[in-house]
């Protein structure tokens, strides 16, 4: 998802489902990883999300047992 001039990437899977967060900066062309601070998804691939406001949310997706 792309949100104020930077590309945000939850999850993944690489042969196990990930739960890790990074955002590219496009004008720096700097990767950066964002650490967890309170509640965090469980680890899936294939979700979808929107921003709104200051707030990005995330839907569906697959965690490995649904």
């Not at 700097?30 to 294939?46: D, F, L, Q």
């Amino acid at each position: 998802m792309v949100y104020n001039g930077n590309m945000f990437i939850f999850g993944g899977y690489d042969g196990h489902y990930r739960a890790d967060m990074f955002k590219f900066n496009f004008q720096r062309r700097v990767w950066k990883e964002i650490h967890r601070e309170g509640t965090w998804p469980k680890s899936r691939y294939r979700t979808a999300t929107t921003v709104m406001g200051h707030n990005m949310y995330m839907f569906g997706g697959h965690d490995g047992a649904r």
